[in-house]
């Protein structure tokens, strides 16, 4: 699949006794006020992300982005979350598990 070739061919740097992220970075945004439709295609879309070790990254808003957060996590994949709050403050308030 492409994801292996490019991961392949990639020269990650390493942290110190630290294995890197895995190569491939994809970020899913979308609306907040998505409709249901939308919400299944965005986890669809990441299903099939993760499945190819990709790593997904978005913001905490509600909506896409969370649906994002919350289907990588439930299949073993690997999220990274981008936030415009300090780092003991979560917006929206209920994606304070996340």
Known sequence: ?????????????????????????VSIIGSRHASEKELLEAEKITKILIKNQAVIVSGLAKGIDTVA??????????????????????????????
């Open 1 to 25: 699949m492409i994801l292996k070739k490019i991961c392949a061919s990639n020269n990650l740097l390493q942290r110190k006794n630290k294995p890197p992220l895995p190569c491939a970075r």
């Open 69 to 98: 957060h919350q289907t990588a996590m439930k299949y073993g994949g690997i999220t990274i979350a981008v936030i415009g709050t300090p780092l003991n403050k979560t917006y929206p308030k209920e994606n304070t598990e996340l």
